[in-house]
């Protein structure tokens, strides 16, 4: 497995992560935990050294299943979780029901480290995100907490999830910033437009979460496609039927790169993203062996400038239909 560098931190990581939050969260019921560690365990044997979880993903099993499953590896994994969320019990973050109910106060956050670290079974947080932006309190209070924990020894590194620009800005002045982590595909490109400059800027790592648009860029999803009531795809506007018809010319333009390849159009999508920059380190997630050695093959697909510029000039005339989150949760992104 390649390494790559998140920013100018000095962070190295494996090219590809996994994001682990659809193991016990999101996408239906919670998976076996025997299964789940075994996944976890052969993707480290696979050359997997940087996995993603949060507080809130559960809440808390998920980083419990982390704790347990990467225990062997300890020194040799990267783990990075997430605070930024009140977990009452009426909160579903998921925006299914409840209210957004976001929390980023210092005190708070401290709590919430000292959860992620009991569960996790580690002494130091890795890389710890805030994971939406606050507008309840300032983001110079936010990294001021996190620059106390990392004296203190337990976090090492700082990153932002789906913040804007200014807001990157303000928290790298105080405390430098090692990852942005926000949605990013060929079916969601926003962040090309400010959020990319800022970070190349400054020297920050970027890490695209649903890089293959939630399942949808691996091709395997349809308009016929059913969803479980507790998968969170069910609310999501891009998640329509209609939507989803629409957005399959975007599925037609990667299935014809991936002919010529000879290879898949999740591949594709995701050795795009790999293409982008040097410090761009993808996490999708998958709760199932074939398809973590799939997107582990993607790393080794080589994208000529022809095949990005075909693929740039193709998708620029595809108009993608349905937005991301149920507005509420759209709210909370780009701040």
């Known amino acids: 497995m390649q390494k790559r560098?998140?920013?100018?931190?000095?962070?190295?990581?494996?090219?590809?992560?996994?994001?682990?939050?659809?193991?016990?969260?999101?996408?239906g019921p919670p998976k076996d935990k025997k299964e789940m560690i075994s996944l976890l365990r052969k993707a480290f044997e696979r050359g997997i050294t940087f996995f993603d979880t949060a507080e809130v993903y559960g809440p808390f099993i998920n980083e419990e299943l982390l704790g347990e499953a990467l225990a062997p590896f300890r020194g040799q994994v990267v783990i990075a979780t997430k605070f930024g969320f009140d977990l009452n019990p009426e909160f579903d973050p998921r925006g299914m029901k409840g209210s957004p109910g976001l929390n980023s106060r210092p005190e708070h956050?401290?709590?919430?480290?000292?959860?992620s670290l009991k569960r996790l079974k580690i002494e130091t947080i890795d890389l710890l995100y805030q994971h939406r932006v606050d507008l309840n309190v300032p983001i110079e209070d936010v990294a001021g907490t996190v620059k106390e924990l990392i004296g203190e020894g337990k976090v090492k590194y700082f990153g932002l999830s789906e913040a804007g620009a200014q807001t990157i800005r303000r928290a790298h002045a105080v405390l430098p910033l090692t990852a942005l982590q926000s949605e990013y595909s060929l079916w969601t490109r926003s962040p090309e437009k400010?959020?990319?400059?800022?970070?190349?800027?400054?020297?920050?790592?970027?890490?695209?979460?649903?890089?293959?648009?939630?399942?949808?860029?691996t091709g395997k999803i349809d308009e016929k496609t059913t969803f479980d009531n507790s998968d969170f795809r069910k609310v999501l506007p891009r998640f329509?039927?209609?939507?989803?018809?629409?957005?399959?010319?975007?599925?037609?333009?990667?299935?014809?790169?991936?002919?010529q390849k000879k290879t898949t159009t999740a591949q594709v999508a995701l050795a795009w993203l790999l293409a982008q920059k040097p410090w761009i380190v993808p996490i999708p997630g998958t709760t199932k062996l074939d398809r973590l050695d799939e997107n582990i093959g993607a790393v080794e697909v080589q994208l000529t400038s022809d095949d990005l510029r075909e693929i740039e000039t193709a998708a620029s005339k595809i108009k993608v239909e349905g937005a991301r989150y149920p507005e509420k949760l759209e709210q909370m992104t780009g701040r």
């Open 5 to 27: 560098k998140l920013g100018k931190s000095g962070l190295e990581v494996s090219a590809l992560g996994l994001g682990c939050m659809g193991m016990s969260f999101s996408y």
């Open 194 to 217: 400010e959020v990319l400059p800022a970070l190349e800027e400054l020297g920050i790592g970027f890490v695209p979460y649903s890089p293959l648009g939630r399942g949808f860029l």
């Open 109 to 115: 956050i401290k709590k919430a480290v000292e959860g």
């Open 240 to 259: 329509t039927p209609e939507a989803r018809q629409a957005n399959q010319a975007l599925i037609d333009l990667l299935a014809g790169i991936a002919g």
